[in-house]
């Protein structure tokens, strides 16, 4: 047989069919497997509520370089005994003193996770599920309540508080 004035053999016709099949596999599994930024576009930050019910005594002012003076999240004005509760659902990662005050940090998925500092006492265990409002800790005189994503510190109150709206229209008739 003659292809284009060349000569071929059906096993050489096979073993081209079978390298363009494997060529567009390959196509197809690279274009079908999620990336890095498609993932991260579907995911949803989940919305947080305040830590605790007590004014915000200090707002979050980002440092001008990582040594320089700053907060690094919000601080309340809580009274001793007032309940710590988790601003978003997760998962406990750290729950312990760190130079001689109690902590506890809640990873939500994605880089984000959120830090309850100053505590009077702990109530989580490291490993916990805890859902929106799971109590996890006793607050002190203060509480401070921070926000990273990844290893950059991110303002907490743009967390707090933002709702996804269902809105339904409905007829508006008017009489002529």
Do not use: K, W
Request: charged share 20%; glycine share 10%; no cysteine.
């Amino acid at each position: 047989m003659t292809n284009a004035g060349f000569r071929t053999n059906p096993g050489s016709r096979i073993a081209v069919a079978l390298i363009a099949v494997s060529v567009v596999s390959a196509v197809l599994t690279v274009v079908a497997a999620p990336t890095a930024a498609g993932l991260l576009a579907q995911y949803q930050p989940p919305v947080f509520r305040p830590p605790v019910d007590a004014p915000v005594s200090d707002p979050f002012r980002m440092p001008e370089n990582p040594y320089g003076t700053g907060n690094r999240g919000l601080e309340y004005d809580t009274e001793p005994g007032d309940v710590v509760r988790a601003a978003a659902s997760g998962v406990v990662q750290f729950a312990g003193a760190v130079a001689g005050s109690l902590y506890v940090t809640i990873d939500h998925g994605a880089g984000l996770r959120s830090s309850y500092s100053h505590l009077q006492r702990i109530t989580v265990r490291v490993g916990a599920r805890v859902a929106r409002g799971t109590p996890v800790g006793i607050a002190s005189d203060r509480l401070h309540f921070g926000v990273r994503l990844n290893d950059d510190y991110r303002d907490p109150g743009s967390y707090i508080g933002v709702r996804r709206l269902r809105i339904r229209l409905v007829p508006y008739e008017t009489n002529g």
